[in-house]
């Protein structure tokens, strides 16, 4: 009984403590973020005056606060979204605070100091994450409680493929490829973008595994779609330029026999004509096709052959279910071509290394600002942008969905294509990899 009067006792200065917090922590923080404007150099002097950062309006929300300022003349959005990190940093610190809500999920037993020391430490390592956009006004969003840094897969239903966590209320965002059919990835190397790939691949097997169809380019050098090679699903891989050209030759006659089947059929699309199969063509770094870093003549012909088909696929494909998914971690100047861009509805980038880079892959800037934490990224459609965190995806679990498609292969299948060279004695044997063929050179007996 005593101990109940106690805990109670606590609990309720506790509660009473955290609701007088409660009604000045926004002006607390509001004012925080002012200083923090004024101490990283974004007031301008006009002459004798400065003229600040003003606060027009706040909102508190069920995830946290949202501030919109007026920013003074002379200065840009950009120019706050370099200093995001400052604003960032400045706003977290190791102060300890409970909220009601906090402790409305206690278990009040005898438990509860164990819960309490819990739920203090928690406290001191819980971090606030900002976001900023600009209407007209400078939107800087308070989140009480970071995304998560991973998220394990979870395959999608139909043609929806998962695409991560938002920070609304943590709900799991789908990409549907029958209402978007193409989509543009982007961001610097080992943030997410192949795990992302990987993940599409996986659910589209799981949930579709009898009408989904690949065809599969991968320009670096195969070491990430090479798993893929053997499954049912896929009609044709490409692991260097030339090959390129005649996966997406092949894709583009397929994407015309359907084209000629749906004239006849006096149909618009393949919804309306009940065609289930989807063909998807997945090029992971795009950039490699990109006509100006050809170094030959035959070189850049060759490139130009390959743009010429992708627009050709974004432009017509999508009624005829073709979908285009075009990779790349050097998102600069005509990297993607202009037509698949414009024909791609959803954008996805993790992290860049610049504004310049961000706006080639979602046509503004923000995604340089991400967090360096692998698989954030920016989702943008025609109507939404939001930070997520995409999916996880373990080699086991690729693995395991592979291993369920794999061809039935014959002994003339599993023959390796192997060209022998004799070379002389004293050289250690090795296999090099000539677009399709082994060549092995062995030691003369």
């Known amino acids: 009984m005593l101990f109940e009067i106690l805990t109670t006792s606590i609990m309720g200065g506790f509660a009473l403590k955290a609701y007088a917090k409660k009604q000045g922590a926004s002006s607390n923080e509001s004012g925080k ?17 400065t003229l600040t950062t003003q606060l027009i309006r706040k909102k508190k929300h069920e995830w946290g606060w949202e501030y919109k300022y007026r920013i003074p003349l002379g200065r840009s959005f950009e120019d706050y979204q370099n200093k995001q990190h400052i604003l960032e940093d400045g706003l977290n610190n190791r102060r300890q605070k409970l909220s009601l809500t906090d ?110 169809h690949l065809f599969l380019i991968d320009l670096k050098g195969g070491v990430e779609l090479c798993d893929y090679e053997h499954i049912k699903q ?25 084209q000629f ?40 012909q060759l490139k130009q052959s390959c743009q010429a088909l992708m627009s050709q696929i974004a432009r017509l494909g999508a009624g005829l279910g073709f979908r285009q998914i075009l990779a790349t971690q050097y998102p600069t100047g005509d ?11 959803a954008k996805l980038s993790f992290r860049v290394q610049s504004a310049v880079a961000s706006r080639v892959v979602l046509d503004s800037e923000g995604a340089e600002c991400l967090p360096q934490i692998k698989g954030r990224a920016i989702y943008q459609t025609a109507d939404r942008k939001e930070i997520l965190q995409t999916p996880f995806i373990k080699s086991e679990v690729i693995q395991s969905v592979i291993d369920l498609h794999k061809k ?38």
């Open 335 to 345: 990297v993607i071509p202009r037509q698949c861009k414009q024909n791609s509805d």
């Open 33 to 49: 973020i002012q200083r923090i404007i004024s101490l990283s150099g974004l007031n301008v002097k006009d002459g004798k005056d």
């Open 408 to 445: 039935e292969t014959s002994v003339d299948d599993n023959e390796p294509s192997i060209r022998f060279i004799p070379v002389k004695k004293g050289v250690r044997n090795h296999v090099e990899r000539k677009g399709r063929t082994d060549i092995v050179t062995f030691e003369e007996i």
């Open 261 to 300: 089947k749906m004239r006849s059929l006096g149909k618009k699309n393949v919804q309306d004509a009940g065609i289930k199969d989807r063909y998807f063509i997945f090029i992971d770094e795009v950039g490699e096709l990109n006509p100006a870093e050809a170094v030959t003549k035959e070189d850049r």
């Open 234 to 258: 896929t009609i044709s891989i490409a692991y260097e330029p030339e090959e390129a050209l005649e996966t997406l030759q092949m894709a583009y006659e397929k994407m015309r026999d359907i």
């Open 103 to 212: 402790l409305k999920e206690l278990q009040f037993d005898s438990g509860i100091i164990d819960s309490l020391k819990s739920l203090w430490t928690n406290k001191l390592s819980e971090t606030k994450e900002i976001e900023l956009s600009f209407d007209g006004l400078l939107i800087i969003r308070v989140y009480d409680n970071p995304l998560p840094k991973r998220v394990e897969f979870q395959a999608g239903e139909d043609w929806k493929v998962p695409v991560g966590i938002t920070r609304d209320q943590n709900a799991f965002r789908f990409h549907d490829f029958e209402q978007i059919p193409h989509v543009v990835l982007g961001g610097a190397t080992r943030y997410g973008k192949s795990n992302f790939i990987n993940s599409t691949i996986t659910s589209l097997l799981h949930s579709k595994p009898d009408h989904t």
